[in-house]
């Protein structure tokens, strides 16, 4: 059965700063993945995904993501966070052509940001 | 560009009492989903949908959940009888084939 960790429940940074987000899962073959973020009170917004090809995924503001297949990771990144982007945050893999449950959701990271 | 609608956006009710949550899914979209995820914690899998049945469905989703996809436009998910437990943002996605899934905003359910 696939499954996604996400080992750090909250993160704070500074405005400014760097941000990576882990992301490990566990699937029998080449997964899809998907990042969402998720404002307080709000619906799940697709951040960016991989599918194939480049590992290294960029998706809209500012973030971008590296699949890593001898880790199963799959970490968000962004080099310069900004008051805007706390919010929570899930990492989701996917079964391509499953007509079932197409994803499972780690639990996610509430990301806090400092001024 | 294409989204999909979720209504109501928030419904109180009594527990015992039966809800309707419905949703819009994206036209030309072939499956269809319900997820929920209960304050505080991850979001799960309830059940899917496509041509005219459920594909799939989670442990959650007892006897006492049903979906419909009753005039090729709307999908909805009925709760008969709702318990305390129920209580959760139930988001709606659908898809066109493979590919990611487009959420909805969400409907909270509020059971007292």
Not at chain 1, 80 to 108: I, K, R
Not at chain 2, 31 to 39: S, V
Request: charged share 20%.
């Amino acid at each position: 059965a696939q499954s996604v960790t996400q080992p750090d429940i909250h993160i704070t940074v500074s405005e400014g700063a760097s941000l990576e987000l882990r992301c490990n899962y566990s699937y029998g073959a080449t997964p899809y993945l998907f990042w969402y973020v998720q404002s307080p009170g709000q619906g799940l917004q697709l951040l960016l995904k991989y599918f194939s090809g480049d590992t290294l995924v960029q998706g809209i503001k500012g973030f971008e993501a590296e699949f890593k297949r001898s880790q199963s990771s799959f970490n968000l990144r962004k080099p310069s966070v900004h008051w805007s982007d706390a919010a929570e945050y899930f990492c989701a893999v996917g079964a391509p052509n499953n007509a079932g449950n197409m994803l499972t959701f780690g639990g996610g990271t509430r990301l806090m940001v400092k001024p | 560009e294409p989204e999909v609608t979720q209504t109501p956006s928030h419904q109180v009710t009594q527990m015992g009492q039966e809800v309707i949550l419905r949703c819009v899914p994206i036209s030309n979209h072939l499956y269809f989903y319900w997820y929920r995820q209960i304050l505080g914690q991850k979001v799960e899998f309830l059940v899917s949908f496509y041509n005219n049945e459920i594909s799939e469905k989670s442990e959650i989703f007892d006897d006492q959940f049903s979906v419909e996809r009753p005039d090729g436009s709307n999908f909805t998910l009925k709760i008969r009888s709702t318990k305390l437990e129920d209580s959760a943002m139930y988001f709606c996605a659908s898809r066109l084939t493979t590919g990611e899934l487009f959420f909805g905003e969400g409907s909270r359910l509020t059971v007292l």
